[in-house]
């Protein structure tokens, strides 16, 4: 048996795959890339909800990868990141930017947030084409979390680089390259802001690295990178697969505009009809366990898929329709437990003042090529659009 993750249909579309894998089994042993490597997939909602809190499924890849041979040089600021991380090291370095992601922090940065999406969409063309990602979805989250961050504007270009090729699926060279020239950007940063401070979240985390020497020079690092990657490239799927949904549903984008108040509440359904994680990160078990029915052995890596188990008809009956209507809060497209994802909050304000602001103001919008034409991005663990061409 192959990979069913790496058959290029299942990046068009991975659902039909999803469906299939979850029917023979919720949890299920399948073969990982090629060498005869395997992970044990999760695709059932119950069984993903009840892995992503069970503390024998680790994420700390350090300890799993040591002393195995290996030919890449993966950056440790990336491959030893946060998310890398078990408690009690994960509670002590999420705590320090918790903070900066509350939803009264983010209440407060949604005056300036509506003010850049009003900025990007004044340079939209009159009448179109216009690539929705590459015009709002990419810079929109992209500037926020560098104003956060305090990168200069003039740098954030490279950024966008760097962190579409720490995505670069099947091409280890340019994701190990990305990972050394964003870490050694942010190692530069840090050094820059310690001379001439500012206010910004990199600062907070230097003054505690500084002050209180809770944070080693190499976890601050690793912080900032991750928040400068997490921060954007999550939220640049939502936008666009949300997007995409409402323009593929006419009668759910009709709703939103004549009821702009409902987009708040179909954020979750969006999330779930699609979401922009298909894979979360890398987790393996630390002793022998029994997951939905199947066992898994000590030591080997276990692939929990949030895009799957969002589509489980056992939680949500008629997964592949789009409800605005329903009630999907409990989605898993943000993960769950400890290591659910801290920027929730910001990427909820961003999409919906994006979405909100792009229905409303362009009444006539509509996909400028047919579906089956749009690119989707060849990684298994995110879920989005290359490119999403509009006519106005």
Not at 59 to 69: D, H, V
Not at 152 to 167: A, G, I, K, M
Not at 196 to 203: I, Q, Y
Not at 319 to 340: E, K, N, V
């Amino acid at each position: 048996m192959t990979d069913p993750l790496q058959d290029p249909r299942f990046f068009a579309d991975p659902y039909p795959t999803y469906a299939r894998l979850r029917k023979a089994a919720p949890v299920q042993k399948v073969p990982t890339g090629s060498g005869g490597r395997y992970s044990y997939l999760v695709t059932g909602y119950a069984e993903a909800r009840e892995a992503f809190t069970d503390p024998r499924l680790s994420k700390n890849t350090m300890r799993f990868f040591a002393g195995r041979p290996s030919q890449r040089d993966l950056h440790p600021a990336v491959s030893q990141n946060m998310l890398a991380t078990d408690p009690p090291r994960h509670a002590r370095l999420r705590s320090l930017v918790t903070k900066a992601f509350t939803t009264g922090a983010v209440a407060r940065l949604r005056p300036y947030i509506a003010g850049l999406i009003d900025d990007l969409l004044d340079a939209w063309p009159d009448h179109g084409p216009v690539d929705l990602v590459a015009s709002l979805a990419v810079p929109l989250p992209v500037t926020v979390i560098c104003e956060m961050l305090g990168v200069p504007e003039s740098d954030r270009q490279l950024v966008r680089t760097w962190s579409n090729e720490l995505f670069a699926a099947g091409d280890p060279q340019r994701i190990d390259a990305a990972s050394h020239a964003v870490a050694g950007y942010m190692t530069d940063l840090v050094a820059s802001r310690r001379s001439s401070p500012g206010e910004s979240l990199l600062d907070d985390l230097i003054a505690v690295r500084d002050g209180q020497d809770r944070l080693t020079e190499e976890e601050l690092v690793s912080l900032a990178v991750l928040l400068l990657v997490a921060g954007h490239e999550t939220t640049t799927n939502f936008i666009g697969n949300a997007a995409l949904a409402l323009l593929q549903h006419p009668e759910s984008l009709a709703r939103l505009r004549a009821e702009p108040q409902l987009l708040g509440s179909a954020l979750d359904e969006l999330l779930r009809f699609d979401s922009p994680v298909g894979i979360a990160t890398f987790r393996y078990s630390t002793e022998a366990l029994t997951l939905g029915g199947t066992e898994i052995p000590e030591g080997v890596p276990v692939l929990i898929a949030p895009g799957a188990a969002n589509r489980d008809p056992d939680r949500f009956p008629e997964p592949d329709q789009l409800d605005l209507t329903r009630g999907a809060t409990g989605h898993l497209a943000f993960g769950h437990g400890i290591h659910r994802c801290l920027g929730a909050p910001l990427a909820r304000a961003e999409a919906e003042l994006a979405l909100r602001a792009v229905t409303l103001r362009f009444p006539d919008l509509r996909l400028a090529v047919p579906a089956e034409e749009l690119e989707w991005r060849h990684t298994r663990l995110m879920r989005g659009l290359t490119s999403l061409p509009l006519t106005l």
